[in-house]
Structure formats: structure tokens, C-alpha cells
């Protein structure tokens, strides 16, 4: 043991020059959760990625902070780090240089972990896509949430009440009453409209926020045709371009979401598939994740063979609880306080 510790110690990547003593040892090394710190050197100065979001007390750029909001700085610039050197270091093969900003862009919305993150979808009559039948939204909210190693997502979907007797099933998939996230509200389009416009702004305007979406641009054409006032400024990604800048198949919901290896069911409900939406874009946003399934080179996919492009005719079963709403106020604090953790106690950081 006590030949161990002539030795030179390696710990966490980080060596100590120096030949350690019983004697010495308490005053050299501290560990509190992974911040280490010697009676001379810090390990923050030394390896500033290695700062934990339990530091207390600990300066970044400059300013000291305590508590949780130095779990904030130290995060913030953790995520900033690690984006800048993302990008400094990767040798992107797009067809486009312009495709780099697009993507630097989006995700800096994303994986900063700033704003919330707005993913909706629209689903319409297959004979007359004028005509809407359900509306889906999926909200990541990372206010209270940066540590979390999960993204607690909020999804709900909604069945517009005067057109639930328009059924597809011969061009698209009839999922309408296949809900994955739990119960199915089922409004006329007035108050749709007012619980929309409501959310929207909490989300959007007044945090603000960030608008996602899968070709997004149709489905925001969709709720403008039925005065869903959607704020122009609101940053916008698309998880469609950020798929075509890596591949070059035309890149459907499903097509995406088999590329990322995410498990997915029940396409064309709405709800489902402004979830599905959101976890595209955090993978695609993601460093790691780009790099361990090649999305900086762009590939050219296999041609589909004739069994994918067959068209399947379905109808759906149902499943899904569904509760009529007819206050859109009551069901906007309903939905926003749902899995909220913005207002619970922070972890202690000392």
C-alpha cells in the first residue's frame, strides 16, 4: 500500500508530479463528487471539463456564482465548451458549406440547453387537407433540467371535435386514436385555437422559445389556416434539413427516426409524432450522436426496395382514453404544471 502511493498518482486523468506521503495525502487530494482540488492547483484550473454541477462557489468567466446557479454557469459553460470544440475539430463533408452554419445554428438552440424546445404536428383529412383533424405538441422545458440525464418531455394531443368523423386509412395511416403519451383531449377548433395561442406564447414569446418540426413550413401554413398566431421571430428547426444535409433520402418521419435507432409506433397521430419530432432533435443535435453514426458525411442512402414502397392501407384500433375539453384555460394549467419541476427544490450543492 504504502508503495502505491510513492507512486505517481493517475486519477481521473490527472497526475501529480510529485511523490505522496501517508502524511500529505488529506491535504493534497479532496474529492467532493468529482471536483478535485490539491493544496496548490484546482482541477478546475487545471481541466475546466471536468467541473461537476455540484461546484459551489466556483468562478466562470470571470464572475463567481454559489449554489444552484453556479450548477447553471458551470453547465452553461460545460455545453458551450463542448459545442465550440465540436465544431473546431470535425472535418464536415456536406454537399453545401452553407450547410455547416445551418446546422450550428440549429444546434446551438438545441444543445445549449437555453430555450424551450416547441415540437408540434398537424394531421389533416387525406382528401382534403383543409380540413384538420388532430394537433399534437411535445415540449422539452431545460429551465430546471440541465443536469438531468433525462429530457422530461410534456406531450398532449388534440381531436378536433367537429371534424372527427373525417377518417384516413387509404393514403395515411389512421392512428387518431392512437395516443402513446395517455389521454386524448377532443376540442372544438375554437377553444383548440385559444388553448394554442395560450401555449404558444408562455413557450414561444415569453420565455422565449423554439419552434420544431418535421418539414416544418407545412405544418405552420396548417395552424395558420385556422388563426394560430405563431410568432415570426420564434427560432425555427427543422429536423427534415438537418436530416437531408447528411442523407439523401427525402427523410419521412420513419425513414428519420429508423436512421437514429429510435424505436418508434403509431405514426400519423399527432401527438405521437410531435414527440418522435422532439427526440430527432435532440439526437441530431447532439455531438455524440453525430459522430457515432457518420451525420457530418454525407451519404447517399440505398434505394428502397419495391416492399418499402408499397403502400399500406390502414385503420386504427382504439386505444387511447379520450376526455372532452372545453376550457382551454383550465386545460393550458392542466398541461403546463404537468411534470413541472421548475418550482421544485433544487439538489443541494455544498
Known sequence: MFRLLSRRVDFLGICQPKKLGLGSLQSIIAIRGQTIRSSSTSVS??????????????????????????????????YESTLGNYFDNTKFEFRKDSHVESLKSAMKYVYLRQHPLVSFDVEA??????????????????????ASIYPNMKTIHLIIKENMKFTNGTFVADNKHNFMGGRSYVMPLKNVKEFLNRLFHDYLKAKPGVLIGHGIEGDIKWLQLVNVEIDQNAPRVDTLKLHNISRSNAGNLL????????PQAYLHNAGNDAYYTLLLALSYCDPLVRKKLELDIFKTNPKKSPADKRRIKTRSSTTTEKKEALDPEALFMEFKHSHNYSDQPQLPCN
Open 45 to 78: 484550473e487545471r481541466n475546466p471539463s471536468l467541473i461537476t454541477p455540484e461546484t459551489q462557489g466556483e468562478s466562470v468567466g470571470g464572475t463567481t456564482f454559489s449554489g444552484s446557479e453556479a450548477s447553471d454557469a458551470v453547465l452553461d459553460s460545460y
Open 125 to 146: 383529412f387525406e382528401r382534403n387537407p383543409k380540413i384538420i383533424t388532430e394537433i399534437g405538441v411535445s415540449i422539452y422545458d431545460p429551465a430546471a433540467l440541465k
Open 255 to 262: 425513414a428519420a427516426l429508423k436512421m437514429m435507432n429510435i
